[in-house]
């Protein structure tokens, strides 16, 4: 089930969502070159909830290429991603930048054909208890189980875009450990973000 609403892109200073428009069913966020963005994911109030997330083909936690095996993270509410993870307590800001520079990660780590792609699982919480996974401080955030691949699974952009995440200043954001046992698949999605301009040349007004 694709939920494109449970998914979205914002300002991390100012928590305002970037304009947007659904696209053939995609939604399609209009983000600055140069600024940095930050991803939002939805989950239960009520109880813990894990997201695999990938952002440009690269795994979120590991900066790996995204894999269904992969770990995911744990939280109550919602989440906000606002960089790759550097360790356990810093990510690097997710940054908007133009492509053919080799400035995004996605072209240092070869998944330049996901570049302007954001992809997520969300999973409900299991009864059976498996390895321990990382929690955040300030909200439950933890390490768990999987998402899509680097170029699989439908990683496909509409038509080419302009920017990709670069990895910015690093920020505070810390996590922790806890337990944590895999559901059911609650929803996943996959939204697409370029600049205002990019949009444009694609014949997407935004």
């Keep these: 089930m694709h939920e494109p ?4 892109i914002l300002d991390p200073i100012t928590s305002q969502l970037f304009p947007s428009l659904v696209v053939g069913g995609r939604l399609c966020v209009a983000v600055v070159a140069g600024q940095p963005f930050a991803i939002k994911v939805a989950g239960h109030s009520y109880s ?12 979120t936690l590991t900066n790996r ?38 400035l995004t990660t996605a072209e240092r780590d070869n998944t330049a054909q996901c570049s302007g792609l954001i992809a ?15 929690e955040s401080f300030g909200g439950p955030v933890t390490r768990s189980g999987g998402v899509m691949r680097g ?28 337990s944590w046992t895999r559901g059911r698949e609650m929803w996943r999605a996959l939204i697409e973000y370029d600049t205002r301009e990019g949009w444009a040349a694609r014949t997407i007004i935004i």
Excluded: W
């Design 5 to 8: 609403q449970n998914l979205t």
């Design 48 to 59: 813990r909830t894990e997201a695999v997330l990938a952002v440009d083909g690269r795994d």
């Design 65 to 102: 290429p995204a894999d269904p095996s992969a770990s995911g993270i744990i939280f109550n509410g919602a989440y906000v991603c606002k960089g790759f993870r550097v360790s356990e307590t810093e990510v690097r800001e997710f940054v908007a930048a133009q492509l053919g520079q080799g």
């Design 120 to 134: 997520a699982v969300v999973y409900s919480e299991g009864q059976v208890m498996r390895s321990s996974t990382l």
């Design 151 to 178: 170029g699989g699974d439908g990683l496909e952009s509409l038509s080419r875009g302009s920017v990709g995440a670069a990895a910015g200043q690093s920020v505070e954001s810390r996590v922790g450990s806890t």
